[in-house]
């Protein structure tokens, strides 16, 4: 049974940081990309990084560029989301993503709050 499990999130203060965890669990995680989208109040779900296998590859929204950084560690089964940088545009419930065995698989999300 395919696990998504993300932790980290919390309350910041504008420039703040945050660093964000999925644990994975129920699939060889080494063989998949992994994903971070968010979903702020009233808006729609939208992708935040994405990282592939080997990490040789990793993209990010253009709202995001130069601010978060995506990484993984295969050995722990485990995407990181650092978040530096943080604005109050980056309040949303962050969801941890992968496309597993052909279907989708969601965590239960993290909130992420910034606010002075």
């Known amino acids: 049974q395919v696990q998504l499990v993300e932790s980290g999130g919390g309350l910041v203060q504008p420039g703040g940081s945050l660093r964000l965890s999925c644990a994975a669990e129920?699939?060889?995680?080494?063989?998949?990309?992994m994903s971070w989208y968010r979903q702020a109040p009233g808006k729609e779900r939208e992708l935040v990084a994405e990282?592939?296998?080997?990490?040789?590859?990793?993209n990010y929204a253009d709202s995001v560029k130069g601010r978060f950084t995506i990484s993984r560690d295969n050995a722990k089964s485990t995407v990181y989301l650092q978040m530096n940088s943080l604005k109050p545009d980056d309040t949303a419930v962050y969801y941890c993503?992968?496309?597993?065995?052909?279907?989708?698989?969601w965590g239960q999300g993290t909130q992420v709050t910034v606010s002075s």
């Open positions: 993503y992968g496309l597993i065995r052909g279907s989708n698989s």
């Open positions: 129920g699939f060889t995680f080494s063989h998949y990309t």
């Open positions: 990282i592939t296998s080997s990490s040789s590859i990793k």
